[in-house]
């Protein structure tokens, strides 16, 4: 279970990789970011498949989905000084909330 754990982390990170390089490629239009941003989320997918072997598709991908959201918010800040408005951060803590929620009192 803690190699599922470690996946789902994986494809945490290489999914926001792939959000951070898609954001740097500028459309597509440069090369290096552009084939990094296609790498990590090749493997991402490879790292979710395997978390899909023990926990349920839902489940993995509320988990990664939420997590990967918070993590590209973060970096958005901290790279691109994108800060997001009130009502997005209030969102955010609705993602927390319900990435909490669903792994902590959902039946998996």
Known sequence: ????YIFLL???AL???SNIFAKEADGFTKLFPSFLSALTIILCMYCLSQVMKTISAGYTYATFAGLCIIATTVLG?????????L???IG???IIIG?????LLGKN
């Open 1 to 4: 279970m803690l190699l599922t």
């Open 10 to 12: 994986s494809a945490v």
């Open 15 to 17: 999914g926001t990789a």
């Open 77 to 85: 800040i901290l790279r691109f000084n994108q800060w997001p408005n």
């Open 87 to 89: 009502y997005a951060f």
């Open 92 to 94: 955010l803590i609705f």
């Open 99 to 103: 990435v909490i929620l669903v792994n």
